[in-house]
Every structure is written in C-alpha cells, then in structure tokens.
T-cell receptor
Framework: AQSVTQPDIHITVSEGASLELRCNYS??????LFWYVQSPGQGLQLLLK??????LVQGIKGFEAEFKRSQSSFNLRKPSVHWSDAAEYFC??????????FGAGTTVTVRA | GAVVSQHPSRVICKSGTSVKIECRSL??????MFWYRQFPKQSLMLMAT?????????EQGVEKDKFLINHASLTLSTLTVTSAHPEDSSFYIC????????????FGPGTRLTVL
C-alpha cells in the first residue's frame, strides 16, 4: 500500500527566507510524486511532479523538489519565500497521475 | 490551467437528509472525475472514481449506497450523501481529469458539509 508522511504540521518562515517542506513516502514500485498547494477557497494547484529522469524537479512559483530514492523522500524547497506563499502544501504519491494518496499537509505561515 | 467548480461551497443539513454536491469542469470535458474527502488536519482520502456513462468505482471501505455518484455528462459529476449523519461532516473535494495536452487533473475548491 502507498502512503505519504509529512512530518511538519506547521512551519513559520520569514519573508525572504528559504523554505523546505519534508515528504516521505512508502511505495512498492517507482512512484509518481507530486506537490500541491491549497489556498483558502481555492482548489489544489499542482506545483510540480516527478515520474522519472532528473531527480531535481522544477515547478511553478519558484519551487523545486528533489527525489531521493534511498531516503524515500521528495522534499519541496523554495530559496526565498513571498507572503503569497502562505498556504497549505500537500505531498502525494500515486501509481499514475490520478489515484493519489496524500499526506496530511503542512501549513506554511509567512511573517513579515 | 483548467477550472473545476463545486457547488455548493458550504452546506448545513439535518441528520437523515440527503445532500447533493456538484462538480463541474468549466472549460474542458472530463470522462473521469474523482471524489475525495478531507477530515480536519488529515490528508485527502480518495473515495471514488466517477466515470462518464458508467458506474463509479469506489475505494475500499467507502459505502457506495451511502455516497451515490452520478456522472451523466462530460462536464458534470454529482456526489449525493444519502441519509447524512454527523460523522459524514467533512470537506469533500472533486477533481477532473483533463486528457488534453499534459493529461493531468484539476481540483475543485471543495464543499464543506456539516450535518447537525
């Protein structure tokens, strides 16, 4: 069975500082991995995804994530956060693009 | 990106009544839509896959007679929570598969259901 763990429930970061969100997964085969962002009143928006190839994936809004098979991790990073990055972030794993298992989410607060 | 809407965004109902939630793909056709449920501070759980013109496929542990899914057109799927009880209170999110281009899925903003 596939599962996702996001160890950090809530992270507070200063505007302009770097951000890293952790994600660990459990999956029997080569996984499809995703990061989504959810802002209040809006649907989940895909930030980036990994299927194969280069283990460092670039996404939208300046985010990137690195797949590390040996650590079963897919951590999300951004070098310099903006106040608009305050949101809830979800890591997900799936056997394809659609039937996904999500982590519990990490809430990011950005302080001025 | 493509847009998926849900209606209503919030609903409160009495225990024992049925509630229908709509999921629409606004600018693309979707033969496949998905319904998720999200409990507070927990992850989204896939409930079922909605297939246009055929029966939905339910995930293990999801009661198909409790959560009725109808996908009668290429832009609309509905989830009906029948004989709702307080434990059905949750945040329900749909997504729709866009097979054009990158073939990805887009999520609706969710529906908050509260059963009194």
């Amino acid at each position: 069975a596939q599962s996702v763990t996001q160890p950090d429930i809530h992270i507070t970061v200063s505007e302009g500082a770097s951000l890293e969100l952790r994600c660990n997964y459990s999956y029997g085969a080569t996984p499809y991995l995703f990061w989504y962002v959810q802002s209040p009143g809006q649907g989940l928006q895909l930030l980036l995804k990994y299927f194969s190839g280069d283990t460092l994936v670039q996404g939208i809004k300046g985010f990137e994530a690195e797949f590390k098979r040996s650590q079963s991790s897919f951590n999300l990073r951004k070098p310099s956060v903006h106040w608009s990055d305050a949101a809830e972030y979800f890591c997900a794993v799936g056997e394809d693009d659609y039937k996904l298992s999500f982590g519990a989410g990490t809430t990011v607060t950005v302080r001025a | 990106g493509a847009v998926v809407s849900q209606h209503p965004s919030r609903v409160i109902c009495k225990s024992g009544t049925s509630v229908k939630i709509e999921c629409r793909s606004l600018d693309f056709q979707a033969t496949t839509m998905f319904w998720y449920r999200q409990f507070p501070k927990q992850s989204l759980m896939l409930m079922a896959t909605s297939n246009e013109g055929s029966k939905a496929t339910y995930e293990q542990g999801v009661e198909k007679d409790k959560f009725l899914i109808n996908h009668a057109s290429l832009t609309l799927s509905t989830l009906t929570v029948t004989s709702a009880h307080p434990e059905d209170s949750s945040f329900y999110i749909c997504s729709a598969r866009d097979e054009r281009g990158a073939d990805t899925q887009y999520f609706g903003p969710g529906t908050r259901l509260t059963v009194l």
